[in-house]
């Protein structure tokens, strides 16, 4: 009942977090109008979602470790209540500025909150929890991306889709408090019996510093190499820049290459994010102990999926390659995340899951750059090579990276428990 409850918080965690930025992403044009900025304008407000991501993520696994993952339902109702905030006070550059720089704040703390959740299920179901959050997420994304885009065309008010959202957050909220307090109330009764039958350690209530043991092994875990993590991180950045460019490149290339209009490609990151969705379902069957499997093949097909765009002499030739890399990327990040949940202890969950949240939240940031460097330098086609060289990059490092980390691909407890390892 325990374990069905934090999957559920994870959940409806993701869910409410893909609504947030499903609803964004349709509404942003809405929001640069209102605010009266042009395109250059537009860029600048929108780097200070990043500025206030970073530092957010940097801190959030610390609160949650010291404080507990029960802040999630509180990170998630503060996303939809910045959300909100910006569309209703963004009247100006600076106005919007604040308020993106608040939405950053809210959605990279949120971000680590609800990796963590996952993690603390995926470690105790075995379970791939992570990836079919990362599915609903997906779905969440483009059902709330469709709703904003109907809303505006029955002429809603910018703020209208946003309040949807922050009810919606607010909802959640609460479902994921009860769900976490009833966790960290099991939690507490197994540390009692664990004490009680003389096993030497204890699982802390709500991931608190209490959770694991206090001999020798375990404060030698709670020191909790950086290493590991930075390496992790690495191949996420990889994983994250191919994604991203994808995302943040598709339409352009079919407007400005394949001279398309802005209706039909809009196809392309619709696409890109329904096969992000079924593929994170399709993935999440999967026994954990493929991991490796999984990164390889998926970079590969990243890397494939690019080169089809790159060469695509019409339309359905570049959404054929544009699926094809959706497919490739999906897995990939919350696979690694996979791997970190099931090799860091309980105490230290918040802090290990920010570490490789932030690294490879830069390549997030750094993907769709380094295509415009490449588009300047040569044409969208060549930067789409560019691209799937971080596939083949991603492919090539995986395997020695993951053993640099040392760190299990399936939990030897998860596998216990489950017979099956999934």
Do not use: K
Not at 37 to 66: N, Q
Not at 164 to 189: F, K, N, P, Q, Y
Not at 288 to 316: D, M, N, Q
Request: glycine share 12%; net charge positive.
């Amino acid at each position: 009942m325990l374990r069905s409850r934090l999957v559920s918080a994870t959940y409806l965690a993701a869910i409410a977090f893909g609504a947030f930025w499903g609803t964004w992403g349709s509404a942003v044009p809405r929001v640069r109008d209102q605010a009266h900025l042009d395109d250059a304008a537009l860029g600048t407000a929108l780097l200070f979602v990043s500025a206030g991501a970073l530092p957010a993520m940097l801190l959030t696994g610390r609160a949650l470790d010291r404080w507990g993952l029960r802040c999630t339902a509180y990170l998630i109702v503060a996303l939809g209540g910045a959300g909100l905030a910006a569309a209703l006070g963004g009247r100006g550059l600076v106005s919007l500025s604040a308020g993106l720089v608040a939405v950053g704040m809210a959605s990279g703390a949120a971000d680590v909150a609800m990796n963590s959740v996952g993690g603390r299920a995926e470690q105790r179901t075995g379970r791939p929890i992570i990836t079919r959050s990362g599915a609903l997420f997906s779905v969440a994304v483009v059902v709330f991306s469709l709703f904003t885009g109907a809303a505006y065309a029955l002429d809603a008010s910018t703020w209208i889709p946003f309040a949807v959202v922050l009810l919606l957050s607010v909802v959640a909220g609460v479902a994921i408090h009860r769900a976490l307090t009833a966790d960290a109330a099991g939690g507490t009764r197994d540390a009692a019996a664990g004490s009680a039958g003389g096993a030497g350690s204890a699982s802390g209530a709500d991931g608190g510093p209490g959770a694991e043991s206090t001999g020798a092994g375990g404060l030698a875990a709670l020191r909790m190499p950086v290493v590991p993590l930075l390496v992790i991180g690495t191949l996420g950045a990889l994983a994250f820049a191919s994604e991203n460019a994808h995302q943040s490149w598709g339409a352009v290339f079919l407007e400005d290459v394949l001279d398309t209009g802005p209706g039909l490609s809009a196809i392309a990151p619709a696409a890109f994010a329904a096969v992000v969705a079924l593929t994170r379902f399709a993935a999440s069957t999967l026994d954990p102990a493929r991991a490796r499997v999984v990164l390889v093949l998926g970079a590969l097909a990243a890397a494939a999926g690019a080169v089809v765009v790159a060469r695509a002499p019409s339309v359905p030739v570049a959404l054929a390659g544009l699926v094809i890399a959706a497919a490739g990327t999906a897995a990939l990040f919350p696979t690694l995340l996979s791997i970190v949940s099931r090799n860091v202890v309980e105490s230290s969950r918040g802090r290990a899951t920010s570490i490789v949240t932030v690294v490879s939240y830069l390549g997030f940031l750094l993907g769709p750059v380094y295509v415009g460097l490449w588009a300047a330098a040569t044409d969208l086609r060549g930067a789409m090579i560019a691209i799937a060289a971080l596939g083949v990059a991603l492919a090539v490092l995986t395997l020695p990276l993951l053993r640099l980390s040392r760190y299990a691909i399936a939990s030897p407890r998860a596998m216990s428990t489950t017979g099956h390892g999934r």
